[in-house]
Protein backbone atom coordinates (compact mmCIF):
# COMPACT_ATOMS: atom_id res chain seq x y z
CA UNK A 1 0.00 0.00 0.00
CA UNK A 2 1.27 3.46 -1.01
CA UNK A 3 2.12 6.22 1.51
CA UNK A 4 -0.60 8.30 2.20
CA UNK A 5 0.45 12.00 1.29
CA UNK A 6 1.21 13.96 4.56
CA UNK A 7 -1.06 17.34 5.14
CA UNK A 8 0.73 19.52 7.78
CA UNK A 9 -0.94 22.21 9.54
CA UNK A 10 1.66 24.94 11.03
CA UNK A 11 1.09 27.87 13.07
CA UNK A 12 3.22 29.55 16.12
CA UNK A 13 3.25 27.81 19.10
CA UNK A 14 1.88 24.46 18.34
CA UNK A 15 -0.99 24.77 20.85
CA UNK A 16 -4.52 25.56 19.27
CA UNK A 17 -4.99 26.57 15.84
CA UNK A 18 -3.01 23.59 14.34
CA UNK A 19 -3.74 21.53 17.13
CA UNK A 20 -7.81 21.41 16.26
CA UNK A 21 -6.80 21.43 12.34
CA UNK A 22 -5.06 18.45 13.21
CA UNK A 23 -8.08 16.66 15.22
CA UNK A 24 -10.36 17.68 12.37
CA UNK A 25 -8.42 16.72 9.41
CA UNK A 26 -7.80 13.48 10.76
CA UNK A 27 -11.73 12.78 11.77
CA UNK A 28 -12.54 14.20 8.12
CA UNK A 29 -9.68 13.53 5.95
CA UNK A 30 -7.67 10.72 7.45
CA UNK A 31 -8.30 7.74 5.29
CA UNK A 32 -6.59 9.99 2.47
CA UNK A 33 -4.25 11.95 3.94
CA UNK A 34 -1.54 11.77 6.99
CA UNK A 35 -2.45 14.74 8.54
CA UNK A 36 0.34 16.17 11.22
CA UNK A 37 0.56 19.52 12.80
CA UNK A 38 3.36 21.26 13.91
CA UNK A 39 4.58 25.36 14.89
CA UNK A 40 7.47 27.39 14.93
CA UNK A 41 7.94 26.43 18.56
CA UNK A 42 6.38 24.08 20.74
CA UNK A 43 4.10 25.96 23.35
CA UNK A 44 2.54 22.80 24.12
CA UNK A 45 -1.17 21.59 23.96
CA UNK A 46 -4.02 24.14 25.35
CA UNK A 47 -6.12 22.65 27.39
CA UNK A 48 -8.75 24.95 26.57
CA UNK A 49 -8.53 23.73 22.41
CA UNK A 50 -8.60 20.28 24.43
CA UNK A 51 -12.26 20.91 25.97
CA UNK A 52 -13.59 23.21 22.73
CA UNK A 53 -13.06 20.28 20.48
CA UNK A 54 -14.57 17.64 23.09
CA UNK A 55 -17.60 19.95 23.05
CA UNK A 56 -17.84 18.18 18.98
CA UNK A 57 -16.48 15.07 19.60
CA UNK A 58 -13.34 14.62 18.49
CA UNK A 59 -10.47 14.04 21.30
CA UNK A 60 -6.99 15.75 20.44
CA UNK A 61 -5.68 15.19 23.85
CA UNK A 62 -3.32 12.82 23.02
CA UNK A 63 -1.32 15.38 20.49
CA UNK A 64 2.05 16.32 21.28
CA UNK A 65 3.40 19.79 20.29
CA UNK A 66 5.67 19.88 18.34
CA UNK A 67 8.22 22.15 16.41
CA UNK A 68 8.40 21.74 12.02
CA UNK A 69 10.10 18.23 11.10
CA UNK A 70 11.77 19.60 8.08
CA UNK A 71 11.88 15.72 6.49
CA UNK A 72 8.21 15.65 6.90
CA UNK A 73 7.47 19.20 5.92
CA UNK A 74 9.93 18.72 2.25
CA UNK A 75 7.49 15.76 1.56
CA UNK A 76 4.12 17.43 2.30
CA UNK A 77 2.24 17.37 -0.34
CA UNK A 78 0.02 20.12 1.05
CA UNK A 79 1.25 22.55 4.08
CA UNK A 80 -1.22 25.08 5.30
CA UNK A 81 -0.19 27.94 7.77
CA UNK A 82 -2.92 29.03 10.02
CA UNK A 83 -1.17 32.56 11.26
CA UNK A 84 0.78 35.24 9.78
CA UNK A 85 3.89 34.53 12.26
CA UNK A 86 3.92 30.65 10.78
CA UNK A 87 3.57 31.80 7.02
CA UNK A 88 6.33 34.26 7.75
CA UNK A 89 8.68 32.29 9.48
CA UNK A 90 8.20 28.99 7.85
CA UNK A 91 10.87 27.73 6.36
CA UNK A 92 11.07 27.26 2.32
CA UNK A 93 8.64 24.80 0.76
CA UNK A 94 10.27 22.82 -1.94
CA UNK A 95 8.56 23.86 -5.03
CA UNK A 96 6.84 20.50 -5.31
CA UNK A 97 4.81 21.03 -2.07
CA UNK A 98 1.47 22.77 -2.72
CA UNK A 99 0.46 25.37 0.49
CA UNK A 100 -2.19 27.74 1.22
CA UNK A 101 -2.84 30.22 4.45
CA UNK A 102 -5.43 30.28 6.40
CA UNK A 103 -4.97 33.60 8.52
CA UNK A 104 -7.29 32.56 11.92
CA UNK A 105 -6.83 34.68 14.75
CA UNK A 106 -5.55 32.97 17.75
CA UNK A 107 -8.11 32.22 20.73
CA UNK A 108 -5.19 31.47 23.10
CA UNK A 109 -4.85 35.56 23.21
CA UNK A 110 -8.70 36.10 23.62
CA UNK A 111 -9.55 38.01 26.70
CA UNK A 112 -12.86 38.56 28.53
CA UNK A 113 -15.09 36.70 30.35
CA UNK A 114 -14.72 32.59 29.92
CA UNK A 115 -17.86 32.65 28.13
CA UNK A 116 -16.28 35.19 25.20
CA UNK A 117 -12.84 33.43 25.43
CA UNK A 118 -15.02 30.34 24.65
CA UNK A 119 -16.56 31.86 22.42
CA UNK A 120 -13.41 33.00 20.67
CA UNK A 121 -12.59 29.28 20.71
CA UNK A 122 -15.55 28.00 19.45
CA UNK A 123 -15.37 30.74 15.84
CA UNK A 124 -11.78 29.43 15.27
CA UNK A 125 -12.67 25.70 16.06
CA UNK A 126 -15.46 25.80 13.66
CA UNK A 127 -13.95 27.98 10.72
CA UNK A 128 -11.11 24.88 11.10
CA UNK A 129 -13.76 22.17 10.04
CA UNK A 130 -15.58 23.91 7.58
CA UNK A 131 -12.57 24.71 5.56
CA UNK A 132 -11.42 21.29 5.84
CA UNK A 133 -14.50 20.08 5.01
CA UNK A 134 -14.07 21.94 1.59
CA UNK A 135 -10.44 20.40 1.57
CA UNK A 136 -12.39 17.04 0.99
Given at each position: MAEK??????????????QMAE???KEVLGDNWDVR???????GLNPKAVEMMDEV???ISNQES?????DALNRAEL?????GDARDNCPTLPPNVQSEHWGLVDP??????EAEVNQVFRDVRDDIKSRIKELK
Amino acid sequence: MAEKPILYFICTGNSCRSQMAEGFGKEVLGDNWDVRSAGIEAHGLNPKAVEMMDEVGVDISNQESSTIDLDALNRAELVITLCGDARDNCPTLPPNVQSEHWGLVDPAKAEGTEAEVNQVFRDVRDDIKSRIKELK
